[in-house]
């Protein structure tokens, strides 16, 4: 990228010499569009680079299925063992067309620990598969409920 020019105006001259005012609007504008042309290349390169990524892997587009409850800290870990060694087992025992996984992540916070689990799809039929027509619905077990301060009614996609 061209370095940018600068050029220094005194405010006493500005009413004087609009000559200088011009020269200093037109450089603006150039440092701007050189900017902005920057900015986009590096934004297209990117897009072009993750494309390659991907198409090189032999990757296709997935959908995720984002969910968030939140616990106390006392029921923490029975919460994530219910999780782990019975909702997603389930889930895994249904042998959905479509569904590639799930992951949890768990966040410590203040008063109450988060979690977020992600479910992989290769489309929305797949997780129409999975929850049904109103697949935006959150699906919560009665066992989960009892242990959750609150959570997401709706699943973001």
Not at 89 to 115: C, P, S, T
Request: hydrophobic share 40%.
């Amino acid at each position: 990228m061209e370095e940018c020019l600068s050029v220094d105006i005194e405010p006493s001259s500005i009413g004087k010499n609009d000559k200088l005012l011009e020269l200093a609007v037109r450089k603006l504008y150039q440092t701007y569009t050189l900017l902005s042309a920057s900015i986009w290349h590096t934004l297209t390169t990117y897009a072009e680079l993750n494309n390659n990524y991907f198409s090189n892997l032999n990757h296709k587009l997935m959908i995720a299925r984002i969910w968030h409850g939140y616990t106390t800290k006392e029921n923490a870990d029975a919460y994530e063992n219910l999780l782990k060694h019975e909702i997603f087992e389930g889930i895994a025992n249904k042998e959905i067309l479509g569904y590639k996984g799930i992951q949890l992540l768990k966040r410590d916070l203040e008063n109450e620990f988060e979690f977020t689990t992600i479910m992989w799809f290769e489309g929305i039929a797949s997780v129409k598969q999975f929850i049904g027509e109103d697949y935006e619905t959150a699906y919560v077990l009665p066992q989960a409920q009892k242990l959750l301060l609150r959570y997401d009614k709706k699943s973001i996609h």
